[in-house]
């Protein structure tokens, strides 16, 4: 979820003819320009970051289309045929072929440091403390957490914030965590690398707990594998970024770090508070 939170190879590598002889391949990434910490139109994304990694592996150039993550987007961008890579793709949703995943990460609770940590939806002090989730509106689906609290029929002190935010601004996806930041609500159910972003970016000191699943609606997962997406018929494509991607582990691995990127797929997982802040 970019998470934000969905022919022929020559199609993806189209060869770009200059005067001298050399061809270079050409990489077209399909990408949000306005979508913080996974893309950006200046390049500032982790997602941008990858791209070059993976493009950099193949010996290729990166060129982006650049379109709004929200409805329309890969109907309007990868399936129109004017790219052909899709960076950050959850690899449990079936519409595009998917590299094996780069990272895994979890929807996480986002609280102010020193306060009693949540231990999970049934925490009975979560009923009594003012809840952000993140909402997918124009979609006309919600995010799993807000599945997950309306089961437990919590929903007055409910708080919305569009997972597509403002795009007037310049970091769209930070309000949520702004508002436990300053007070404004008590705790925030946020996706991973959205949290552990914007949550090193506060004055306020604030811990992130992975919920690695509910097992009362185990059909919403909370822990998503993130690959790399194209289309179906692109195997030999598929392939290539593959074989990228784990030939440059190392240089993935840094820059999901350097993000604060939660994960759950590590040898050594993420503990259950993280606590982050900007110096």
Known sequence: MSSRFPSGIALCFAAVVAASPVTAREMRVCADPNNLPFSKQDGSGFENKIADIIADELGATVTYTWFAQRRGFLRNTLNAGVCDVVIGYP????????????????????????????????????????????????????????????????????????????????????????????????VAIVWGPTAGYFARREKTRLKLTPILFDSTLLSQPMTFDIAVGVRKDEIALSDEIDRALRNRRNDVDAVLQSYGVPRTDTPDPAPASLVGSMP
């Not at 979560?126 to 609290?149: F, K, S």
């Not at 089961?151 to 597509?164: D, E, I, L, Q």
């Open 91 to 186: 690899r449990n949703y079936q519409i595009l072929r998917s590299t094996r995943p780069y990272y895994r990460s979890s929807y996480v609770f986002v609280q102010r440091a020193g306060e009693k940590q949540i231990a999970g939806y049934d925490d009975p002090a979560l009923r009594q403390m003012q809840i952000g989730v993140q909402l997918i509106g124009d979609d006309g689906a919600n995010t799993p957490p807000v599945a997950a609290l309306a089961k437990r029929g919590m929903t007055a002190n409910v708080h919305g914030y569009p997972v597509y935010g403002d795009y007037r601004t310049d970091a769209p996806l930070a309000p949520i965590v702004d508002a436990v930041g300053n007070g404004t609500i008590d």
